[in-house]
């Protein structure tokens, strides 16, 4: 059986958090249902994973998201047009940086970003 790779993101708001991916990412929604949202990311599987009512209550997300930087997991993605991006990912409560960061070098078409609930992510196009 073949199986591709994944990740599980938790999020407090399914809904949110898997719009800002499918629009910024062009992802495809492949499933979904009130707990989950499997997104097809070109070959990568995200799976946006509702955070339970129980423990949602205790995450504050700040607005504007404050990043959580200092996470174990950083998720890449494919970027087509990035300016095009920025502007959606700005428009849903996210954020594209205008610049690379300063390790990656100033011929790099990446950058960091982050989506509505804070949660960092790489952006390359």
């Known amino acids: 059986m073949k199986s591709m790779v994944s990740a599980v993101l938790f999020a407090k708001d399914l809904r949110r958090v898997a719009t800002f991916y499918t629009r ?3 992802a495809k929604v492949k499933n979904e249902d009130t707990h989950h949202a499997d997104l097809d990311c070109g070959g ?12 949602a209550k205790a995450v504050i997300i700040s607005d504007p998201p404050r990043r959580r930087e200092h996470g174990a997991v950083r998720l890449n993605f494919p970027i087509a047009d990035v300016t095009t991006a920025r502007a959606v990912a700005r428009s849903l409560g996210g954020e594209i940086d205008e610049r690379p960061p300063p390790w990656a070098g100033d011929e790099t078409r990446f950058h960091l970003g982050h989506d509505p609930e804070g949660n960092v992510f790489g952006a390359e196009g």
Do not use: G, N
């Not at 946006?48 to 129980?54: A, R, W």
């Open 44 to 55: 990568f599987q995200l799976i946006v994973h509702q955070i339970p009512e129980q423990y």
């Open 24 to 26: 910024v990412c062009s």
